[in-house]
């Protein structure tokens, strides 16, 4: 995935999507935008920086996980988790250095607390009236909705683009039900999303083009989101 920061207008319409497509709990927030002052005093820029979880390459995440239910695939480099296996200990919550991941199972800042107007039913965390499909909701993704006393995070919605082999490509039009939904809500058209290794892809142009940069990069995770201005 490719960011234009340049783009980027931080309405936030990227959460609200990721939220709603992936049916989380107020304060589970799997897509975050935050915002910083760069720059010096009198000339200093306002500068939105939507946070996904990055899928790294080397995936602090996977190296901590007791029983490996977090995993990187290697058909197309996306970090999953199977909720089948996760223990709940979040480790890899503190392994993260990106801050994306998620613990829902927890008490609420404002009540009431969602999870009990919806309860759960058989292990469900809950049971809103919105959620995926059967079909979509699988555990070995995690996709939909999660166990009691698993951890969560940001899929580039797995549930949508496994439905399609890898293009160049997702055009958030043409390809509007096989790409996360956080590409189709952006309104300023500020992302991106295909695959990096082939030259032909826009993500792969963009970020030849503009030139890019990845979080933290000093730390040697290799995110695959990259941020272009």
């Known amino acids: 995935m490719a960011i234009d920061l340049a783009k980027c207008v931080g309405c936030q319409a990227c959460s609200v999507a990721c939220s709603m497509e992936n049916t989380r709990v107020p304060g589970e927030n799997w897509h975050k935008v935050i915002f910083m002052n760069e720059g010096e005093t009198g000339t200093k820029k306002f500068t939105w920086y939507p946070r996904p979880c990055q899928h790294c390459t080397e995936a602090p995440c996977t190296k901590v996980c007791p029983v490996r239910a977090t995993r ?22 503190m392994a993260c250095p990106y801050g994306v991941r998620c613990y829902p199972e927890v008490k609420p ?34 996709t939909g909705i999660p166990p ?23 055009d958030p039009v043409k390809d509007r039900d096989f790409t996360p939904a956080c590409v189709i809500a952006c309104p300023a058209s500020a992302r991106y999303f295909g695959d990096i290794d082939n030259p032909e892809s826009e993500v792969s142009k963009r970020v030849e083009r503009k030139g890019a940069y990845r979080l933290r990069e000093e730390l040697g995770t290799k995110p695959q989101v990259f941020y272009v201005k």
């Not at 919105?130 to 555990?139: K, M, N, V």
């Open 148 to 170: 009691k006393g698993v951890v969560t995070k940001c899929t580039f919605c797995a549930h949508r683009t496994d439905r399609k082999e890898m293009t160049p490509d997702r």
């Open 72 to 93: 990187k695939r290697k058909e197309d480099g996306v970090v999953l988790i199977n909720w089948y296996k996760c223990l709940g200990c979040r480790y890899c919550v």
């Open 109 to 142: 800042l404002l009540e009431p607390d969602i999870k009990e107007v919806y309860h759960g039913r058989r292990a469900k965390l809950w049971d809103p009236p919105y959620q995926l499909s059967r079909e979509e909701q699988d555990g070995k993704r995690g």
